[in-house]
Each structure stands twice: as C-alpha cells, then as structure tokens.
C-alpha cells in the first residue's frame, strides 16, 4: 500500500456508524488475544456511552477517516483533553481517539494519522500535541506512540463503573512550526 492509496477526509455526523465499526473490530481484535483491559469485550456498538461518544466525535469538526477506496480505514478525533488527565500548560491540540482496521495492520495508518493531527496543530499555529492510552498489559500502546515520536508524562488511573481501574498514560510531542520559505 503506497501513500496514495489512503486518503484523508474530514468525518461528519453521518460516520459516526464506521467509528463504531472500526472499535468494534479493534474490540474484537484485541479481546482474541486476551487482551480485554484497554476496551472489555462489548461492542462499542452496543453500548450506549460509546455511541454517544461516537455521535459526539462525529459532529464536533475533529473527526478524520483514512479511506482506501470508499472504505474507512482508520479514525482519528482531534479536539481538547479528557477530563481525567492533567490540563495542558501550554495551548495544544489533543487526540481523542486513533482507531485502524485491523486487516492493514503493519501499514502505517496510524502514523499518517498522527502525523494529520500534528499538521493540523501546525495549521492552527499550536506547539503542543497530546494523547493518553491504555497503559496495562504489557505497555505495548505506549510503546507504539513512543516510536511516533510522543513521549510519557503523566500515568493516570480512571474507574469505571462495572470494570476494573483502567490505568493510562498522557503523553506528548512538540510540533515544530512549518518554515516558510522566503522568495
């Protein structure tokens, strides 16, 4: 798959169904491998928080699909930090959500998100981008946002009804403004 095959298009209210299908099957994926502590076992589709998380991503102007073809790929939620981290020190443009098919793995979606989001942080003039994750099991997501280039700040524990604690880790990465070139 070269670069041109994904495309990137800003999500609307109408795509908040294929967030839900891209968690569902990333759901599935990790609970497979026994790894139920990031997302449980239950469909993001049937349940009612995260399709009214879906429904808020969809309409709140930070949604972005990568596509292959007409089918979307991956999601990414730009927008401002959850409220269980820490608040920014400085201004900053926060990732929400970064969720891939599966079926690519291994091909760079993620990073092509991550590397939107920090243009669009850019774009909006902003130094700072951030996101937390899962940080039980073996560490392996912090290990992957560690290699696009963010780096660990603070460990968090969120409870949640009717599961264990979910510990989290927020990190960072500096966006560095785009030279212009004088003429």
């Known amino acids: 798959m070269s670069d041109d095959d994904v495309v990137l298009r800003a999500g609307g209210p109408m795509d908040a169904a294929e967030v839900l299908r891209l968690l569902d099957d990333a759901t599935a994926w990790l609970a497979a491998r026994g790894r139920t502590g990031q997302w449980g076992t239950r469909p993001a589709s049937t349940d009612a928080r995260r399709i009214t998380q879906a429904d808020a991503w969809a309409t709140s102007g930070g949604l972005w699909l990568a596509q292959i073809g007409d089918c979307p790929v991956g999601a990414l939620v730009v927008g401002t930090a959850t ?11 926060y990732v929400n959500l970064l969720v891939t098919d599966r079926a690519y793995a291994g091909r760079g979606l993620g990073g092509q998100l991550l590397t939107h989001a920090a243009d669009l942080a850019r774009e909006r003039g902003v130094g700072l981008l951030r ?34 604690p979910w510990p989290g880790q927020l990190l960072t990465r500096p966006v560095r403004p785009t030279l212009s070139t004088s003429t």
């Open 131 to 164: 996101v937390d994750c899962y940080a039980g099991d073996d560490g392996a997501l912090v290990r992957y946002y560690q290699r696009q280039g963010f780096t660990p700040t603070d460990p968090f524990t969120v409870n949640l009804p009717d599961r264990p």
């Open 83 to 93: 409220e269980y981290v820490p608040p920014p020190t400085e201004p900053e443009l």
